[in-house]
């Protein structure tokens, strides 16, 4: 038995480990199918808390969107694993910093800065997924996913700019979706080698289960709050069967096929989507330096499937 397949003995193994992804070359066609289909559901996601938030107290629709993932990918047929004693802790630490502690920050933070700034701001995710592979992992970005970094951040600010400029984004939101991005980047690398031992079905669903735990005391505390209209009802439970359960299982697969700094570079598109669809719905207006922004966001996240050298 291999020391990457379940069942296996690693004493001493560490909470974060090094793990090489399947592709390590230029994206393949699936690898992008992936790529751009969780950039859409995840860039989707701020517009559907948003509305959410219209009936809904934030730590209502952190339950109610992660019970509905959770359901989900219970439901899913998915291969019978079990996880390895040694890895039961990462898969509690997992669940907390990668759905319940910034899950619950997000709605939060759409309190006091619009959707399309949070999904903005959410462009950091990579800055600190990279930090932590290089600081942790000893693994260092350079050549394309390097210079990726540097032009995916450049875009992700040209974006922000504007709406920082006209007050909207209020510090108490900003500081709140950034912790949640420095979470994500912990649990991106977190997730890569417990992704290649189990898969991600068998993984995520597990996930998703332990975090409805941990997020049902604030949910219930605040179920008093909720008003139950049809409109934020049925984008709540939109945010949890596509935003949080379809999309954290194509998730958890494209990290194990092409790793976890490069996987993180979805969330350079996300910000793509949420102004898109933050135009359409809520007539959010975008200035010309944000247009320019997304052309360095798209050539950043080109320039992250590129071959690592």
Same mark, same amino acid.
């Given at each position: 038995?291999?020391?990457?397949?379940?069942?296996?003995? $690693?004493?001493?193994?560490?909470?974060?480990?090094?793990?090489?992804?399947?592709?390590?070359?230029?994206?393949?066609?699936?690898?992008?199918?992936?790529?751009?289909?969780?950039?859409?559901?995840?860039?989707?996601?701020?517009?559907?808390?948003?509305?959410?938030?219209?009936?809904?107290?934030?730590?209502?629709?952190?339950? #109610?969107?992660?019970? *509905?993932?959770?359901?989900?990918?219970?439901?899913?047929?998915?291969?019978?694993?079990?996880?390895?004693? *040694?890895?039961?802790?990462?898969?509690? !630490?997992? *669940?907390?910093?990668?759905?319940?502690?910034?899950?619950?920050?997000?709605?939060?933070?759409? $309190?006091?800065?619009?959707?399309?700034?949070?999904?903005?701001?959410?462009? /950091?995710?990579?800055?600190?997924?990279?930090?932590?592979?290089?600081?942790?992992?000893? $693994?260092?970005?350079?050549?394309? !996913?390097?210079?990726?970094?540097?032009?995916?951040?450049?875009?992700?600010? &040209?974006? %922000? &700019?504007?709406?920082?400029?006209?007050?909207? *984004?209020?510090?108490?939101?900003? !500081?709140?979706?950034?912790? /949640?991005?420095?979470?994500?980047?912990?649990?991106?690398? #977190?997730?890569?080698?417990? $992704?290649?031992? =189990?898969? %991600?079905?068998?993984?995520?669903?597990?996930?998703?289960?332990?975090?409805?735990?941990?997020? &049902?005391? =604030?949910?219930?505390?605040?179920?008093?709050? /909720?008003?139950?209209?049809?409109?934020?009802?049925?984008?709540?439970?939109?945010?949890?069967?596509?935003?949080?359960?379809?999309?954290?299982?194509?998730?958890? %697969?494209?990290?194990?096929?092409?790793?976890?700094?490069?996987?993180?570079?979805?969330? =350079?598109?996300?910000?793509?989507?949420?102004?898109?669809?933050?135009?359409?719905?809520?007539?959010?207006?975008?200035?010309?330096?944000?247009?320019?922004?997304?052309?360095?966001?798209?050539?950043?996240?080109?320039?992250? %499937?590129?071959?690592?050298?």
């Amino acid at each position: 038995m291999t020391s990457n397949e379940p069942g296996s003995s $690693q004493a001493g193994r560490r909470l974060f480990e090094r793990s090489d992804a399947a592709n390590d070359g230029t994206f393949t066609p699936g690898d992008w199918g992936l790529f751009l289909a969780v950039a859409a559901i995840w860039g989707s996601s701020f517009l559907f808390i948003d509305i959410g938030l219209d009936a809904f107290p934030p730590g209502l629709i952190t339950l #109610l969107r992660v019970g *509905s993932g959770a359901l989900t990918l219970l439901l899913l047929p998915k291969p019978s694993v079990a996880i390895e004693a *040694s890895d039961r802790s990462r898969l509690v !630490l997992l *669940s907390v910093i990668w759905v319940a502690v910034p899950f619950t920050l997000f709605p939060i933070a759409e $309190q006091y800065i619009n959707s399309s700034v949070t999904g903005l701001l959410n462009g /950091a995710t990579p800055i600190f997924a990279a930090t932590v592979a290089a600081v942790l992992l000893r $693994q260092r970005a350079k050549g394309p !996913l390097l210079l990726g970094i540097v032009v995916g951040f450049a875009g992700i600010v &040209l974006i %922000s &700019l504007p709406s920082i400029g006209d007050g909207a *984004s209020e510090a108490r939101g900003v !500081l709140l979706v950034l912790a /949640a991005t420095l979470s994500y980047g912990f649990a991106i690398n #977190l997730a890569a080698p417990l $992704q290649h031992r =189990y898969g %991600s079905l068998p993984l995520m669903s597990r996930m998703l289960a332990l975090a409805t735990v941990w997020t &049902l005391p =604030y949910g219930l505390w605040e179920i008093d709050d /909720a008003t139950w209209e049809k409109g934020p009802v049925v984008a709540v439970l939109v945010l949890g069967v596509f935003g949080t359960g379809i999309a954290f299982a194509i998730m958890g %697969s494209l990290v194990g096929r092409v790793g976890s700094t490069r996987a993180s570079f979805i969330t =350079y598109l996300i910000p793509v989507v949420a102004l898109a669809l933050g135009v359409t719905f809520r007539d959010d207006t975008v200035a010309p330096l944000a247009v320019i922004g997304i052309v360095f966001v798209i050539g950043g996240a080109v320039l992250a %499937s590129r071959a690592r050298r």
